[in-house]
């Protein structure tokens, strides 16, 4: 499984990768976590807005800052 954290380097984007660093913690999965900073790449992964979440190549939440719930239950797919 790989998650990828998306967005320019902002407070809003390091908290979520912190949360999806912390979630993938307490669940205890084996994950590949990747934060892309790049926002042409984030544009080729189709990110229109940030923070964005990808799990396993699907979009999962972008604009916000997504719960612990809406990460635990991802990674559960």
């Known amino acids: 499984m790989e998650i990828k954290v998306v967005g320019p380097g902002c407070a809003r984007c390091k908290a ?3 949360l999806v ?3 993938v913690e307490k669940e205890k999965v084996d994950v590949d976590v990747e934060y ?3 926002m ?3 544009i080729d992964l189709g990110v229109m807005a940030t923070p964005a979440v990808i799990v396993d190549g699907k ?3 972008q604009g916000r800052i997504p719960s612990e719930s809406e990460i635990a239950k ?3 797919k």
């Open 16 to 18: 979520t990768l912190e």
């Open 21 to 23: 660093k912390k979630v």
């Open 36 to 38: 892309i900073t790049d």
């Open 74 to 76: 991802a990674l559960r």
């Open 59 to 61: 979009i999962v939440v």
């Open 40 to 42: 042409r790449k984030a």
